[in-house]
């Protein structure tokens, strides 16, 4: 079963690096999509932050790919990999929903948000480069992007206004962060993907400027590079065991 499992997790991730091709891509929700048409809204990142999926999904990938080889019955590995496997068979689904669909397309990456911190927070300690880092990265992301779409269907659907639901939701979004930082303060790289997405927003605010969206871009960037330089410190300071 652990190494079915190995196998599985693979197939998903290929599978979901492969649904942007098999369909027309996704630069972002239609402002049309929405009864409230969101043109240019506070809170969609500028569009060179969606180049982050590239990274994410080869390290998805060869991350998976190293499991199945090297540690299929590795128990840190194997515990992880339901939620993960969850949360990318949805993805592989995702973007074809989101064409038609962005209310259920929100529905349906919260639930990979959900499942993505779930493998997160139960990956094992070892190899990390290979285990912790493609979820980190990817757990980040969605972190972002699950709260970039509930604000767009706020705002879209007249329950607050484009600039209330970016604010309202960037700071969901950073609470989340830090929780998870807390959880695992050893995946610095969910906190770099995190701040990626802020660098996006903030870029998307700049002209004409969105100082409220800039000041909070900006606090959050620094509440999370003092997080992780303080798990860093934490991780340092530890006496040697034995």
Not at 2 to 31: D, Q, V, Y
Not at 178 to 186: A, G, H, I, K, N
Request: glycine share 8%; net charge neutral; with cysteine.
């Amino acid at each position: 079963m652990e190494r079915m499992k190995a196998i599985l997790t693979l197939t998903a991730a290929l599978a979901f690096a492969l649904s942007p091709l098999t369909t027309e891509g996704f630069n972002g929700f239609r402002p049309d999509q929405f009864p409230i048409p969101q043109v240019d809204p506070p809170v969609q990142p500028a569009g060179f932050a969606l180049a982050i999926w590239g990274p994410i999904y080869v390290w998805l990938i060869a991350g998976a790919l190293f499991g199945l080889l090297k540690r299929d019955r590795t128990p840190g590995w194997d515990v992880a990999r339901w939620p993960l496997i969850a949360s990318l068979v949805i993805g592989a689904a995702w973007i074809p929903v989101a064409q038609f669909s962005p209310l259920w397309a929100t529905v349906l990456i919260w639930a990979m948000l959900g499942t993505a911190l779930w493998a997160l927070v139960t990956a094992g300690t070892e190899d990390r480069l290979w285990l912790r880092t493609p979820i980190a990265l990817y757990a980040g992301w969605l972190t972002a992007a699950s709260c970039v779409a509930l604000a767009l269907i706020l705002a879209g659907h007249g329950f607050m206004s484009g600039q209330a639901a970016a604010l309202a939701l960037i700071g969901v979004a950073l609470l989340i962060a830090l929780v998870v930082l807390v959880l695992r303060p050893d995946t610095p790289e969910y906190a770099a993907t995190m701040g990626w997405a802020l660098v996006g927003i903030a870029a998307s605010n700049v002209s004409p400027a969105n100082i409220s969206v800039l000041m909070l871009c900006g606090a959050g960037l620094a509440v999370l590079a003092l997080s992780v330089r303080r798990s860093s410190i934490d991780t340092h300071a530890q006496p040697p065991h034995g």
